[in-house]
């Protein structure tokens, strides 16, 4: 009864690929008893194989993923960068106008921006105040519930940035706690 | 005879939003001097090749010192070679006088590191913005009651913490860093920009920026004949460039032209060499001078 004390069985079973799942092999692994040296008197038997089974997530498609329908998500083509394009290769220019030409300029006057922030560099109510007070008359007509926001949104950050500020003085007489 | 010929002028502007008026050409001393005493023949088309053509010179040196205007006492003047553009391989028309405040001033690497800084931030505009719970157009109505539903309590789908709610602390809206350095930090950065291309050998002198052909190739031969390296800034005192140069620097990306008022800092250290005329230098110094001594009350 050889066959029986070693206890090897080996199976290799490949299921089927679903349709659901993806390509995954299910792999039943060789069934290995412990080995013993001398072989037990009848009617005594050895403790048998035991089909513990192991089942693999491996990816058995191929090295690249291929005929995939859904989109790969990969790192992005490369692209040159034009460092001497025509942008690029003069940045900076005029920057000194103000001290080297020979006119009034300054570099702020040739700053490209929306007209609100040309030179201008507040906190976020400052900024939409200025907006505000240089485009409001057209936002109203266009976008008219951009610009009720816009004015809910000044009034919550004036009481945010003012108000519920400093710290509380106790021990003092009267009922103002904050000054 | 004097022969600085401009046919068909051709403005290479330096791409501002307002108009620059023209600034006349002031000849200094040194200038005029050179217009007497410098004699070129003038080529036709292509009738000789560039590189075959000679330059009739009167004998060199043609001038070996430049009157410094408010020279340091205690410094002595730099000095550089005066060069020429009208042949392949330099030939070294004489030697001048730098002054040592602009082009021999310590070197300073964070003044240089502010200023190049400063010249990215101050016309940065971030566009960025995220929706804050008032911003997004979804109802206000309490989605569901507060007791008994086994969800945690909730008064809007608008908070930070529901999908598709809004942002508390994103960026709010196009903000821009703007702010500006100081007249003083800037002129220090252009000396000292200055000062480094002249100590390193990568800032060269010549008479003027006129060249024989408008051939590309006569341009890209002359600058690797002479090792100027793979970008020059070629500077001028005036916007209006000569028609042979502005045709075949436009060939290149590399090679950019720029008037005296253009330079900056970055574009000093962008490009590999600086190349310069004796106007532009006189011009460059005039102006730096001005801004270092002048007592002017800030507003």
Not at chain 2, 130 to 150: A, H, I, N, T, V
Request: hydrophobic share 35%; charged share 25%.
């Amino acid at each position: 009864m050889s066959w029986l004390t070693k206890g090897i069985t080996y199976a290799r079973q490949l299921f089927a690929r679903s349709s659901s799942c993806s390509q995954c092999i299910s792999m039943r692994c060789r069934s290995v008893g412990p080995e013993y040296k001398f072989p037990a008197p009848s009617p005594y038997k050895t403790p048998g194989p035991n089909r513990h089974g192991y089942k693999q997530n491996w990816f058995d498609g191929g090295s690249l993923p291929r005929g995939i329908p859904t989109k790969v998500h990969a790192l992005k083509p490369y692209r040159v960068r034009k460092t001497w394009g025509a942008t690029k290769a003069l940045y900076g220019r005029n920057d000194n106008i103000d001290i080297l030409g020979d006119t009034d300029l300054t570099p702020r006057d040739l700053l490209r921006a929306p007209a609100w922030l040309k030179g201008f560099n507040g906190n976020e109510m400052q900024r939409l105040i200025r907006l505000m007070g240089m485009e409001g008359h057209k936002i109203r007509q266009l976008y008219p519930t951009y610009y009720n926001q816009n004015w809910r949104r000044i009034k919550y950050l004036y009481k945010k940035y003012n108000q519920h500020r400093g710290k509380p003085i106790t021990n003092v007489i009267g009922t103002q706690k904050v000054y | 005879m004097c022969m600085f010929m401009k046919m068909n002028v051709f403005r290479q502007i330096a791409r501002t939003n307002t108009c620059v008026s023209l600034i006349q050409r002031q000849c200094t001393a040194a200038q005029i001097f050179l217009q007497r005493c410098f004699a070129t023949k003038v080529f036709q088309g292509d009738e000789v090749e560039a590189s075959a053509r000679v330059v009739a010179r009167p004998s060199l040196p043609i001038i070996t010192s430049r009157k410094i205007q408010f020279p340091n006492p205690y410094i002595e003047p730099k000095q550089a070679w005066l060069e020429n553009m009208d042949t392949i391989s330099s030939e070294k028309l004489g030697i001048i006088d730098l002054h040592p405040d602009v082009f021999g001033t310590p070197p300073r690497m964070d003044i240089l590191h502010e200023n190049v800084v400063w010249q990215h931030k101050y016309r940065y505009i971030n566009y960025e913005k995220e929706l804050s719970k008032g911003d997004l157009d979804k109802r206000r109505r309490k989605p569901f009651p507060q007791k008994g539903m086994g969800k945690k309590r909730a008064g809007s789908t608008k908070a930070c913490n529901w999908k598709y709610g809004g942002s508390a602390h994103g960026p709010r809206g196009p903000y821009s860093t703007y702010y500006m350095l100081s007249k003083e930090k800037r002129e220090l950065g252009l000396r000292i920009a200055l000062s480094v291309k002249y100590a390193q050998d990568d800032l060269h002198i010549v008479d003027s920026l006129e060249i024989p052909s408008e051939d590309p190739e006569y341009l890209q031969e002359l600058i690797d004949t002479r090792y100027w390296g793979f970008s020059v800034l070629f500077v001028d005192d005036t916007d209006i460039m000569p028609v042979n140069m502005s045709l075949a620097a436009s060939e290149f990306g590399q090679y950019n032209l720029l008037p005296v008022y253009g330079l900056n800092v970055y574009s000093i250290l962008k490009h590999q060499t600086l190349v310069m005329t004796l106007a532009a230098v006189e011009k460059l110094e005039q102006k730096l001078l001005e801004q270092m001594h002048k007592a002017d009350v800030r507003k």
